[in-house]
T-cell receptor, first 112, second 112 residues
Framework: DTAVSQTPKYLVTQMGNDKSIKCEQNLGHDTMYWYKQDSKKFLKIMFSYNNKELIINETVPNRFSPKSPDKAHLNLHINSLELGDSAVYFC???????????FGPGTRLTVL | GDSVTQMEGPVTLSEEAFLTINCTYTATGYPSLFWYVQYPGEGLQLLLKATKADDKGSNKGFEATYRKETTSFHLEKGSVQVSDSAVYFCALEETSGSRLTFGEGTQLTVNP
């Protein structure tokens, strides 16, 4: 009965590699989000999709590219990984609008 | 733009102590306000919310009242437990309706 799931939970990789994080929600929500949480727990929104349409695209390096094949999935692809990309990445979803968001368990990305 | 300011942490309390975590906001209009909680190793989850002035949100013994005159939404609990140890985030729904703005989070540790 998982609501928002992410894979993988942990990702350790070398600088310069390309990696993807997958997110799926089974809540029937229309809107999905990607957040980055740094080591001080600060949470920053990266992207938001509503019914497969990009609606928020924060100032994020274009090495980050979200893809939403359908409204239940929002994946994050990262090219040419850098040390500063190390963080915990959270996927979230909401029914309509941003108010009550349901978060996934997070993916801890470590770039060596 | 809209913003949220939380009291600086970390906060360390003994079990059964009274908890207050301060949150103030800056926004145009009257945004909805939220408290989210992040337990260790997990994603955020909604703790409580208030959608208009003087509303009181409550859940699991936690309370917060939407104070328009002081632009505040302080979180309180009368008697904390060890299991309340977590990071607490105050947030507002921007009046544009497109996103949540989170505060910087407050780490709470409750000792037995």
């Amino acid at each position: 009965d998982t609501a928002v799931s992410q894979t993988p939970k942990y990702l350790v990789t070398q600088m310069g590699n390309d990696k993807s994080i997958k997110c799926e929600q089974n809540l029937g929500h229309d809107t999905m989000y990607w957040y980055k949480q740094d080591s001080k727990k600060f949470l920053k929104i990266m992207f938001s999709y509503n019914n497969k349409e990009l609606i928020i695209n924060e100032t994020v390096p274009n090495r980050f590219s979200p893809k939403s094949p359908d409204k239940a999935h929002l994946n994050l692809h990262i090219n040419s990984l850098e040390l500063g990309d190390s963080a915990v990445y959270f996927c979230a979803s909401s029914l309509t609008g941003p108010s009550e968001q349901f978060f996934g368990p997070g993916t801890r990305l470590t770039v060596l | 733009g809209d913003s949220v300011t939380q009291m600086e942490g970390p906060v360390t309390l003994s079990e059964e102590a009274f908890l207050t975590i301060n949150c103030t906001y800056t926004a145009t209009g009257y945004p909805s306000l939220f408290w989210y909680v992040q337990y260790p190793g997990e994603g955020l989850q909604l703790l409580l919310k208030a959608t208009k002035a003087d509303d009181k949100g409550s859940n699991k013994g936690f309370e917060a009242t939407y104070r328009k005159e002081t632009t505040s939404f302080h979180l309180e609990k009368g008697s904390v437990q060890v299991s309340d140890s977590a990071v607490y985030f105050c947030a507002l729904e921007e009046t544009s309706g497109s996103r949540l703005t989170f505060g910087e989070g407050t780490q709470l540790t409750v000792n037995p």
